[in-house]
């Protein structure tokens, strides 16, 4: 699967290891450090083919909050929300919203659950 990915992450580290795992896929891959980022990188074209966002990037919004606004704004592109915890409240949230869920540390899995958010869409 090849495409423009935008990733989200607070952690510098943690964008390093994305990258070079989605990279390795086939994906372009952009950076955001931030909320705020992230939804300036998906107002200007191109589009993102998908946007995996980290849920907890203080101190700016969340990664729930992130997808609420783009969706508001007409975003169509699949969403992922990544983190290593998901409260209960959060994952009823994601689901409701049509978000995938993808845990941290587990590289394999986003780098297979990606295409398909893609070709779902």
């Not at 989200?8 to 290891?17: K, N």
């Not at 070079?20 to 993102?48: D, I, K, M």
């Amino acid at each position: 699967m090849t495409g423009l990915l935008l990733i989200v992450d607070d952690e510098p580290d943690v964008l390093l290891l994305l990258r070079l795992t989605l990279e390795a896929r086939g994906w372009t891959v952009e950076e955001a450090a931030n909320g705020h980022e992230a939804l300036e990188r998906c107002r200007r074209p191109p589009s993102p083919a998908a946007v995996v966002l980290d849920q907890r990037m203080p101190p700016g919004p969340s990664g729930l909050e992130v997808a609420a606004i783009l969706r508001d704004e007409g975003f169509t592109a699949p969403i992922a929300l990544h983190s290593a915890y998901f409260p209960p409240a959060v994952v009823e949230q994601a689901e409701a919203a049509g978000l995938g869920l993808i845990g941290k540390g587990n590289l394999e899995h986003l780098a297979e659950v990606l295409p398909k958010l893609v070709n779902d869409r």
